[in-house]
């Protein structure tokens, strides 16, 4: 088996090599940088197996735990993490082909870096099997968002990025305390480990503050309602493509961790009506303040946090459909909702505006695009045959089990989000406008006709993905037990 | 002695967070964070500290009876240098904020 450090390793390795091939040719990078995260996506997509087998913990350095004894850094790989890693590889691909021309010639090496460097935080965030790697990895992370958000260098990205900062360093703090007071209770930083000890201690009220600084620590970076205010802003100044893989890179560093260490550490795998309550919040609020933005992205980003909602309520529910749902949603959405970001992306590219209001007319110009934002409209509101059907549909199964009002409010929030769509498709892409443009090069086409693509073939097949790749990380999820005994098996003998 | 310890960190890392709550000055919010960086990183000092033990270095010919525990020290210096580098990405988007509006005050987040 390949070991899991292996692509966070060639991630670092690409983040820091391209700058050096950038200075032997320069038009060298892009094919470099795109060569490598094609690769990455191999190496990935190749550790399947492994992942579906079973846990396999890779214990850095060999540090393997002997008899009573656990010393060493663990990168644990099962279906859950291997299924929001390879939305990390594959967006990745997609990213560094859309910024071929976005970005330019100028500055493009310090983009890929960043975006090499985003890629390593965040597959470690996800494949790791400690707090504290976990929390390195995870301001890794943040650092390289903020450079990314920054990365235009006018007043508006530039606070955005600052305002960003200062929220998620607040945020990862408390993370870092809550770890450290978890590290005290048990005397262990390994995730299984810590499980394992607090299942024999019982939460005592040190382990529950714990938690509360946990939660909301990483609570920013999932950015649900009320925690969500640096979200719309820094994603839409980002660099088109970068927005794009932020979104697809969310989830895994966001929610993935929060529900890990929820149902690992904490073993909370039942119905959990805060959480209920948080997606239904995180639903309404922003659709509701997605329907009265006139920026394009801004637009997207709410709606971003608005579907959150629906995968917050879908876990919270503790039922096997609802993660089932609520993991296959977060599969969709990345989806569709990168393709929403590239399609804003190159109407803004091309026009110079980013108020819809001041667009128009643009599907005659730009007919792939508006193609790509319709196949993406419809998935996000939930229309068959599109595949953000697929999963809202379990989600309303999921729901109706536990309380028929959830299901009203979720058909709810689709028909508004429907509604917001629409009226902006009728702004950017119908109607007359004074834009005469071309459609975007190939290299931003291509990329979103790919993920058109798949949102279109995971509408029709639904059960193929089920099958393969959501209901095993599903059940990972729903049995923490299985985590725990099979990463810490070397330890009793 | 330990719980002294306890308010005292507590009292930095609440300090830190009222500066960046309430202060609209770019810098001072910036000093503020490193200010809430010490509290915590004091707070994981104290969690491995063993009162009247010895730091783990083994050293032939010494004999001692207890240690303190050195991971939480390990974790501080990678705290403390994320720390770092939070102080100088914030002071780089200041700089770069104070050239395109000739003031250190902040905006609110848009709504």
């Known amino acids: 088996m390949i070991p899991p450090i292996i692509p966070i390793g060639l991630y670092l390795f690409a983040a820091f090599v391209t700058p050096v091939v950038g200075r032997i040719n320069r038009n060298a990078r892009w094919p470099f940088a795109l060569l490598m995260s094609l690769l990455s996506f191999v190496l990935i997509a190749s550790l399947y197996s492994d992942a579906q087998a079973g846990y396999t913990p890779y214990w850095l350095g060999n540090w393997v735990p002997v008899v009573g004894t656990l010393m060493g850094i663990g990168l644990v790989l099962d279906p859950v993490a291997w299924l929001f890693g390879i939305l990390i590889g594959l967006f990745s691909v997609l990213c560094i082909m859309y910024s071929k021309e976005e970005i330019g010639d100028a500055h493009a090496t310090r983009y890929y870096s960043l975006v090499f460097l985003a890629c390593a935080g965040s597959l470690g965030v996800v494949f790791t099997g400690d707090l504290f790697n976990l929390f390195v990895f995870l301001e890794l992370f943040n650092f390289v968002c903020v450079g990314l958000v920054a990365y235009n260098g006018n007043e508006r990205s530039l606070n955005a990025s600052f305002n960003f900062l200062v929220l998620a360093s607040l945020a990862t703090t408390f993370l870092l305390v809550g770890i450290i007071i978890l590290y005290s209770v048990t005397g262990t930083l390994n995730i299984a480990h810590?499980?394992?000890?607090?299942?024999?201690?019982?939460?005592?009220?040190?382990?529950?503050?714990?938690?509360?600084?946990?939660?909301?620590?990483?609570?920013?970076?999932?950015?649900?309602?009320?925690?969500?205010?640096w979200m719309p802003e820094a994603y839409s100044s980002a660099p088109h493509g970068a927005s794009m893989l932020l979104i697809g890179m969310k989830y895994g560093t966001g929610l993935y961790a929060l529900l890990r260490i929820l149902s690992v550490v904490f073993g909370f795998v039942g119905t959990s009506w805060l959480l209920i309550l948080i997606g239904v919040v995180t639903m309404l609020g922003g659709v509701l303040m997605a329907m009265v933005q006139s920026d394009f992205?801004?637009?997207?980003?709410?709606?971003?946090?608005?579907q959150l909602g629906y995968m917050i309520l879908a876990a919270g529910l503790g039922t096997m459909l609802g993660m089932t749902g609520s993991l296959f949603h977060v599969?969709?959405?990345?989806?569709?909702?990168?393709?929403?970001?590239?399609?804003?992306?190159?109407?803004?590219?091309?026009?110079?505006?980013?108020?819809?209001?001041?667009?128009?007319?643009?599907?005659?110009?730009?007919?792939?695009?508006?193609?790509?934002?319709?196949?993406?409209?419809?998935?996000?509101?939930?229309?068959?045959?599109?595949?953000?059907?697929?999963?809202?549909?379990?989600?309303y199964n999921?729901?109706?089990?536990?309380?028929?009002?959830?299901?009203?409010?979720?058909?709810?929030?689709?028909?508004?989000?429907?509604?917001?769509?629409?009226?902006?498709?009728?702004?950017?892409?119908?109607?007359?406008?004074?834009?005469?443009?071309?459609?975007?090069?190939?290299?931003?086409?291509?990329?979103?006709?790919?993920?058109?693509?798949?949102?279109?073939?995971?509408?029709?097949?639904?059960?193929?993905?089920l099958q393969y790749a959501i209901e095993p990380a599903a059940k990972a999820l729903m049995n923490p037990g299985a985590y725990i005994s099979s990463v810490l098996a070397g330890m009793f003998g | 002695m330990s719980n002294l310890l306890f308010v005292l960190c507590a009292a930095l890392i609440g300090a830190g967070i009222m500066g960046v709550l309430v202060k609209k000055n770019m810098l001072k919010i910036i000093i503020a964070l490193s200010v809430i960086d010490s509290g915590v990183n004091m707070f994981i000092i104290t969690r491995g500290y063993v009162d009247s033990c010895t730091a783990p270095i083994l050293e032939s010919g010494k004999s001692f009876s207890c240690l303190v525990d050195p991971i939480p020290q390990a974790l501080t210096l990678t705290s403390i240098v994320i720390g770092a580098s939070v102080t100088a990405l914030a002071l780089s988007l200041a700089i770069g904020l104070y050239k395109n509006r000739g003031t250190l005050s902040i905006k609110g987040i848009e709504k």
């Open chain 1, 194 to 229: 810590i499980a394992y000890k607090l299942g024999a201690l019982g939460l005592e009220p040190a382990s529950l503050v714990a938690l509360v600084l946990i939660f909301i620590g990483i609570g920013v970076k999932t950015s649900f309602f009320p925690l969500h205010t």
């Open chain 1, 297 to 306: 992205k801004r637009m997207l980003s709410y709606h971003a946090i608005s």
């Open chain 1, 331 to 395: 599969l969709n959405h990345v989806l569709y909702k990168g393709m929403l970001f590239l399609a804003a992306g190159a109407v803004i590219w091309r026009t110079g505006e980013t108020d819809v209001n001041k667009m128009g007319g643009l599907a005659k110009y730009m007919p792939l695009t508006a193609l790509a934002y319709a196949v993406g409209a419809l998935s996000i509101s939930g229309v068959p045959p599109f595949n953000g059907f697929a999963s809202k549909w379990i989600i």
């Open chain 1, 398 to 465: 999921a729901t109706f089990q536990v309380n028929p009002l959830l299901t009203a409010i979720a058909l709810l929030v689709s028909a508004l989000t429907l509604a917001s769509f629409l009226k902006v498709f009728h702004a950017v892409f119908l109607g007359k406008g004074n834009n005469v443009v071309k459609e975007v090069p190939a290299t931003m086409t291509g990329p979103m006709m790919l993920l058109a693509l798949l949102c279109i073939l995971l509408g029709l097949f639904p059960d193929i993905a």
